[in-house]
Every structure is written in C-alpha cells, then in structure tokens.
C-alpha cells in the first residue's frame, strides 16, 4: 500500500501499514481455520462475531441489526440464523420487554467451541497488552478506532460503487454511534 520512504515518520508510517496488512491477513487465516473446523463459511463467521460484539457490549443483536451489520437482505439473514441455530452456534431469545422481538446469542455449545479455540489467542493478547501502559494503550485505542472509521467508510463506499444496496451502518466499537 505505502511505499518505503525515506524519512523517519514515512517509514514509520509505511511500517506501520504492512503491520496492520499482516495481521488483517494472519487473523483471516485464524478465523478461517475456526470456521473450516466447525463446517462455517465466511458469512457464518462474520455473523457470530457481530453476534459475539453485540453481546460484548450488552447489547444483543436481532436478525434484522445483523442483516444491515452484514448487508444482507433478510431472507439471507433468516437462512443463515436457521444454519447456525441448527449448528448450535447461537441461538434465538425473545426480548423480556418486547416479547415481539427477537434476539441472538451465543448458545452454549458454540461459545465452548469459540472458547475452546480462541482462549489461547486471548491469553497472548493479554499478554502483549499487559506490556503497555494506560496511557499507551489509549494511544493505541485511539488510532485503531479512527483506523476502523476510514476503513468502514472505504467498504461503503466500495459497496456503492458496486451498486449494492446501502443498508444501516455497522456498530462502532469505539462507542461513537
């Protein structure tokens, strides 16, 4: 993406791209591998990880939220819930107050199998982090949450340019809706 510069910040800012193309690649390959174990596609993958974020922040998703999160229409959206309720990766809960609305949750069995996996990767990311300060790490906060925004906005634009249909934009991780 970038090419090698020579001053101290172009080359930084060069490095600092290839990191983050590597581990976008590396964590592909994880995520792929998870889904290749249990019989997912990438749809299915990308859908429990919204469900799974959804859930992080308390905030658990219905099938129409994950359609616009996945630009899916809701047809799809239902095939793939079927799928992965079927799967026993989630499963499907009425609202406590809004008993006409349907939420998603990890089901047991397939939080164990993410757990089962991902614990390790988990385990090191605490590891690597603990090695930073709070003041680092808000650093670091900071830029991967205005690294996300300019990636988001290209992927729309991207989707419009192909003509798909625009749907609501996806959940901020950084907390700015």
């Known amino acids: 993406m970038y090419r090698r510069r020579d001053d101290p910040r172009g080359r930084m800012v060069a490095e600092i791209t290839n990191d983050l193309r590597r581990y976008s690649f590396d964590a592909q390959h994880v995520g792929h591998a998870f889904a290749g174990l249990h019989g997912l596609n990438a749809t299915d993958l990308q859908a429990l990880i919204a469900v799974m974020e959804a859930e992080l922040v308390g905030e658990p998703i219905t ?20 799928r992965l309720e079927r799967a026993g990766h989630i499963r499907r809960d009425r609202d406590t107050v809004d008993r006409r609305k349907v939420l998603l949750h990890y089901a047991d069995r397939g939080a164990t199998l993410a757990q089962s996996f991902f614990g390790p990767l988990g385990r090191r990311t605490d590891e690597v982090m603990a090695r930073f300060t709070d003041d680092e790490l808000a650093v670091v906060h900071r830029f991967m949450a205005e690294m996300m925004r300019s990636m988001r906005a290209h992927r729309d634009e991207v989707r419009a340019a192909r003509g798909e249909p625009r749907r609501a934009a996806a959940p901020d991780p950084a907390g700015d809706h």
């Open 63 to 82: 099938p129409g939220r994950l359609g616009e999160v996945l630009n899916l229409s809701s047809g799809s959206v239902t095939a793939l819930v079927d």
